[in-house]
């Protein structure tokens, strides 16, 4: 295993890098429509070999956890002892470095009073706005250039974190307005300080720990060290691998919109971005013709066409596996208690899923579908979503318990959720559906249920 990793570390994230680096310093505009495309092809083709690479890390730290469980609970834990998971917390992972980058900034913009004012009194929306613009928003027009360029350095290097793996989807380095909301949100003292909370995750690990070996002997000694070290060599791994899925999603979708604003100028589109809604076949012929200044065909009906089937179709809640029916079961056995998400929900008060992160919260809840809505999103609500990925993880820094359509003890919402010490109940199937924005619920991340009119 460790040299499986050593091969991911070593050549396919770099290889990865190295495709980014190289398309990102082409003058775009004046790159051929062809050779944009077969940049674009290169890219994803780049991204593809990357995350099959990483699914061995996956799989592995996917494994760490659960045999620590295992183990500790079974044969080391007394009733006195802390949870499994205090032995999980406190590392650092992208994520976590992610926040603390944009609590620094935070910091920094406090302490500039125009800068500070601003953010306070301003939508992030508006933020976004006045960064595409040539003018501050402020009489300080230098720490206003200071900011730019500082928030532009945290997306150069967290800004490829994906909201979905389809890179037709923004990220963060083109739509950050989910990076400014939490950072209004640290500016205006709301938050809590990142490197406190993972102290103190630190520290009560290490305690944990320490008794631990304090207490044992023999045969469990060595098995708890062994369990322990796996787990914990692991445990930030995932988040380190997934981090980077989108490492060339910014350049990449830079290059497409390129091409759309070409066609668009053309009227073959309306807008550059409609160019996502085209066929790879589609983009070749329109390449071509753009390439040799010839006429561009009209996609907007088509685009039209597929733009309302997509909008009637994304409401529909995708089967927990395939076949629907005895999907869960392989062999005989019933799988379902570790699908990732659940089925067959009664209607009541109550949803069911899996208790990720523990402790208990009443508040309201914050229902959100995407990154264009994430402006929604209050201080201490409840974030409800069908799935969260690492672009949503600002998001957390402001919320009071977190619960998901999709997910699991060890998917990305129940890690990070527990680095932030908030409870989680995941793989619900229905919360989307039967939670409603500003409803007040119960999370409770012991039991893995939601409570409605908590």
């Given amino acids: 295993m460790r040299t499986a990793n050593a091969r991911w570390a070593e050549d396919t994230r770099p290889r990865f890098a190295s495709v980014t680096r190289e398309w990102s310093a082409r003058d775009q505009a004046a790159t051929p429509a062809r050779e944009l495309l077969a940049g674009a092809q290169q890219l994803v083709d780049a991204a593809a070999s990357y995350y099959v690479s990483i699914q061995l890390v996956l799989g592995v730290a996917n494994m760490s956890e659960p045999a620590f469980n295992t183990v500790y609970n079974r044969l080391i834990r007394r009733k006195s002892d802390p949870p499994a998971l205090t032995f999980l917390v406190g590392f650092d992972s992208t994520p976590i470095r992610a926040e603390k980058s944009l609590y620094d900034l935070a910091m920094w913009a406090r302490g500039q009073a125009g800068l500070a004012e601003c953010f306070v009194q301003t939508t992030a929306k508006e933020i976004v706005s006045a960064l595409a613009s040539p003018s501050a928003p402020i009489a300080d027009a230098e720490s206003w250039r200071e900011f730019t360029r500082r928030f532009n350095e945290h997306l150069g290097h967290f800004g490829h974190a994906v909201y979905a793996l389809d890179f037709a989807k923004s990220v963060p380095a083109d739509a950050p307005q989910s990076q400014l909301e939490t ?267 939601v409570t409605l009119g908590g």
């Fill in 183 to 449: 950072l209004r949100y640290f500016v205006a003292d709301q938050g809590r300080n990142p490197y406190e909370r993972q102290a103190a995750g630190v520290g009560a690990r290490e305690q944990a720990a320490a008794m631990q070996l304090a207490r044992l002997r023999g045969l469990r000694l060595r098995l708890f060290r062994r369990v322990l070290g796996f787990a914990q060599r692991w445990a930030p791994r995932r988040e380190d691998a997934l981090a980077d899925v989108g490492l060339g999603w910014p350049v990449l979708r830079c290059m497409l919109r390129e091409i759309g604003r070409r066609m668009a100028a053309s009227g073959a589109i309306d807008e550059p971005d409609d160019v996502f809604w085209l066929t790879r076949e589609e983009l070749e012929a329109a390449a071509s013709s753009l390439d040799a200044g010839q006429p561009t065909p009209d996609h907007r009906p088509a685009i039209a066409v597929r733009r309302k089937t997509w909008q009637s179709e994304r409401a529909a809640t995708p089967p927990v596996a395939l076949p629907i029916k005895g999907g869960s079961r392989l062999f005989g056995i019933d799988f379902s208690r570790w699908m990732p998400a659940r089925s067959g929900q009664a209607s009541s008060n109550t949803i069911k899923g899996f208790g990720a992160s523990p402790d208990r919260v009443t508040a309201p809840a914050c229902v959100i579908h995407g990154p264009e809505e994430f402006d929604r999103m209050q201080p201490h609500d409840v974030l409800v979503a069908k799935i969260t990925t690492p672009a949503w993880t600002p998001l957390f820094a402001m919320a009071s318990g977190i619960v998901t359509d999709v997910g699991g003890p060890l998917s990305h919402s129940s890690i990070v959720a527990r680095e932030y010490g908030v409870p989680a109940v995941l793989g619900t199937g229905v919360a989307t559906q039967r939670i409603h924005s500003r409803q007040n619920i119960t999370v409770d991340g012991n039991g893995g249920v």
